[in-house]
C-alpha cells in the first residue's frame, strides 16, 4: 500500500468547477492505476474517474463523462480530477485511490469494482448547492 493524500474540495453551486488533487510517490507500481471513487449521503461508493500510469489510458463512469477529467503529472507526482458543470448529486466524499492493476483492469473494470483499489486517500469533500 501507499500514502495517498487528496485536497482541493470544496463548496460550490451546481454549475461551478473544483480540481482535486492527489499526492503520492507515484513511482512503484502498487501505483500503476490510480482513480477517484466517491461516496455520497446515503450512497455506495462509485467509481468515478481512473488512469493508467503508462500511456495515461482513461476511463470515466458515464455520469461524468463530459464533464470531468482526470489527468496526471509525473513531474510533481500528482493526479488530478479536474470538475466542471458540478451538479448537486456530485456531492461527496471524494477518495484517490490506487492499486497494481494492468491497463484493462484499470479502465474497464476497477470503476465498477472499486474494491480492487487497495491503498486509498482520506477523502476530500465536496458539496454542490443548486
Known amino acids: 500500500q501507499v500514502h495517498l493524500t487528496e485536497s482541493g474540495g470544496g463548496s460550490v453551486q451546481a454549475g461551478g468547477s473544483l480540481t482535486l488533487s492527489c499526492a503520492s510517490s507515484?513511482?512503484?507500481?502498487?501505483?500503476?492505476?490510480v482513480g477517484w471513487v466517491r461516496q455520497g449521503p446515503g450512497k455506495e461508493r462509485e467509481g468515478v474517474a481512473a488512469?493508467?500510469?503508462?500511456?495515461?489510458?482513461?476511463s470515466y463512469t458515464d455520469s461524468v463523462k463530459g464533464r470531468f477529467t482526470i489527468s496526471k503529472d509525473s513531474g510533481a507526482n500528482r493526479v488530478y480530477l479536474q470538475m466542471n458543470d458540478l451538479k448537486p448529486e456530485d456531492t461527496g466524499t471524494y477518495y484517490c485511490?490506487?492499486?497494481?492493476?494492468?491497463?484493462?483492469?484499470?479502465?474497464?473494470?476497477?470503476?465498477?469494482?472499486?474494491?480492487?483499489?487497495?491503498?486509498w486517500g482520506q477523502g476530500t469533500q465536496v458539496t454542490v448547492s443548486s
Open positions: 507515484f513511482n512503484t507500481g502498487d501505483t500503476d492505476c
Open positions: 485511490a490506487a492499486a497494481p492493476l494492468p491497463s484493462v483492469a484499470c479502465t474497464k473494470v476497477a470503476l465498477r469494482f472499486v474494491d480492487r483499489f487497495n491503498s
Open positions: 488512469i493508467y500510469r503508462v500511456g495515461s489510458s482513461t
